[in-house]
């Protein structure tokens, strides 16, 4: 079962959950205890093999950026990891210096 159809399964189950009355509940009971059994579970082989699959052809519809978007992407984030690290080491030393000067003054 896919993403999609099990999106559609829980959205079927929330919405008869909201119309539910005694009745509909006791004969909802009774076909759930009627239904046949559950079908066979798939082997893992098969199971990673779909999965993979699904994975693949997700991948395909993603929109990649281009070698220029990367570029400045990986530009912002460099740039902002270095601004963001100096402030750190700043206010670090800013405190070290204040501690160390409200010791000496004690």
């Given at each position: 079962?896919?993403?999609?159809?099990?999106?559609?399964?829980?959205?079927?189950?929330?919405?008869?959950?909201?119309?539910?009355?005694?009745?509909?509940?006791?004969?909802?009971?009774?076909?759930?205890?009627?239904?046949?059994?559950?079908?066979?579970?798939?082997?893992?082989?098969?199971?990673?093999?779909?999965?993979?699959?699904?994975?693949?052809?997700?991948?395909?519809?993603?929109?990649?950026?281009?070698?220029?978007?990367?570029?400045?992407?990986?530009?912002?984030?460099?740039?902002?990891?270095?601004v963001l690290t100096?402030?750190?080491?700043?206010?670090?030393?800013?405190?070290?210096?204040?501690?160390?000067?409200?010791?000496?003054?004690?």
């Open positions: 079962m896919n993403r999609e159809m099990r999106r559609m399964q829980e959205r079927e189950e929330r919405l008869q959950k909201k119309g539910d009355t005694g009745r509909d509940k006791a004969s909802r009971r009774a076909a759930a205890m009627t239904k046949a059994p559950a079908a066979e579970r798939k082997s893992l082989w098969v199971r990673l093999r779909e999965y993979l699959h699904e994975v693949r052809q997700e991948l395909r519809k993603v929109t990649w950026p281009t070698q220029e978007q990367m570029i400045a992407f990986t530009a912002v984030t460099v740039i902002t990891a270095v100096a402030v750190v080491f700043g206010l670090d030393v800013v405190m070290k210096e204040f501690v160390f000067w409200l010791v000496d003054r004690s």
